[in-house]
Nanobody
Framework: QVQLVESGGGLVQPGGSLRLSCAAS????????MGWYRQAPGKQRELVAN???????NYADSVKGRFTISRDNAKNTLYLQMNSLKPEKKDVYYC????????????WGQGTQVTVSS
């Protein structure tokens, strides 16, 4: 079982930046699909960005050009650099590891809160 621990959330002003980290309990080199999701109060969890082990990335339209996902296999850590954060947002960001990319074996972190407010 892969354990994922997110960190880096907090309160940030509109237009500001944050970098989220997701530390895995074991090597992520062989994990096919790793991604960041977010969930606003009362809404469904949605994909923010994901990265495939071969290097390709995918972003939600709402974050393209502002967020960057990356994975450091040597540190077993997934990152999400978030820039130009929009105001009045309060989401919990979750890290997900889909071992084979087929939805059969996957793990979630516990989430980290990101609040964008002045």
């Amino acid at each position: 079982q892969v354990q994922l621990v997110e960190s880096g959330g907090g309160l940030v002003q509109p237009g500001g930046s944050l970098r989220l980290s997701c530390a895995a309990s074991e090597s992520i080199r062989s994990i096919y699909d790793m991604g960041w999701y977010r969930q606003a109060p009362g809404k469904q969890r949605e994909l923010v960005a994901n990265t495939i082990s071969g290097g390709s990335t995918n972003y939600a339209d709402s974050v393209k050009g502002r967020f960057t996902i990356s994975r450091d296999n040597a540190k077993n850590t997934l990152y999400l650099q978030m820039n130009s954060l929009k105001p009045e947002k309060k989401d919990v960001y979750y890290c997900k590891a889909d071992l084979e990319g087929n939805g059969f074996t996957y793990y979630w972190g516990q989430g980290t809160q990101v609040t964008v407010s002045s």
